[in-house]
């Protein structure tokens, strides 16, 4: 089936630097990827939705300056935090839809701790 | 706008016994309904999904859900709960109109006791 692998499955990082995670679709074209936050025991709230050669769409109250979202290809996709504060510490999952009645292919998530 | 309702933050049942978990959704068009599994630090697996045809819908693991448009529910179910089954569970819906964004529910953690 459809996988898509997310790198890396954690990461710490000083307060102030900045950390890229990427998603790559393996096995198919990903001509859409969403990008979820989620706080412990708490649900996923969508970020922001890429698609491929466009600019992301940001949901409202994401800041699109700190959260860079790259999709230059049809497999891969990246998440820039930039200027990272420990509030940033968060589980960030992607997840690539394709065109067709694919549904949606989820990658394993990246722990981000910044300290 | 779409939004999903899950009753329960917590659901306790023993092994073997009957899992129910709820899901209630909002849309003015019936939109395609999942349900999800996801383990402490890792990404969300499927377990079943509905978007058209037959309304009770089979999944992994045996679990099943049955898609209720007149109670606008989409409750997930299993016969008998193994303790692998110990898990957060997200209900979530997107829009008909191709595979858009998902709006997920706040969740339900299964707790299965020996």
């Known amino acids: 089936g459809a996988v898509v692998s997310q790198h890396p499955s954690w990461v710490i990082c000083k307060s102030g630097t900045s950390v890229k995670i990427e998603c790559r679709s393996l096995d198919f074209q990903a001509t859409t990827m969403f990008w979820y936050r989620q706080f412990p025991k708490q649900s996923l709230m969508l970020m922001a939705t890429s698609n491929e050669g466009s600019k992301a769409t940001y949901e409202q109250g994401v800041e699109k300056d700190k959260f860079l979202i790259n999709h230059a290809s049809l497999t891969l996709s990246t998440l820039t935090v930039t200027s990272a504060h420990p509030e940033d510490s968060s589980f960030y999952i992607c997840?690539?839809?394709?065109?067709?009645?694919?549904?949606?292919?989820f990658g394993s998530g990246t722990r981000l701790t910044v300290v | 706008a779409q939004s999903v309702t899950q009753l329960g933050s917590h659901v306790s049942v023993s092994e073997g016994a009957l899992v129910l978990l709820r899901c209630n959704y909002s849309?003015?068009?019936?939109?395609?309904l999942f349900w999800y599994v996801q383990y402490p630090n890792q990404g969300l697996q499927l377990l079943l999904k509905y978007t058209t045809g037959a309304t009770l819908v089979k999944g992994i693991n045996g679990f099943e859900a049955e898609f209720k448009k007149s109670e606008t529910s989409f409750h997930l179910t299993k016969p008998s709960a193994h303790m692998s089954d110990a898990a957060e569970y997200f209900c979530a819906v997107s829009d008909r109109r191709g595979f858009q964004k998902l709006v997920f529910g706040t969740g339900t953690r299964l707790l299965v006791s020996p």
């Open positions: 997840s690539a839809t394709t065109t067709g009645e694919g549904g949606y292919t």
């Open positions: 849309s003015s068009v019936p939109p395609y």
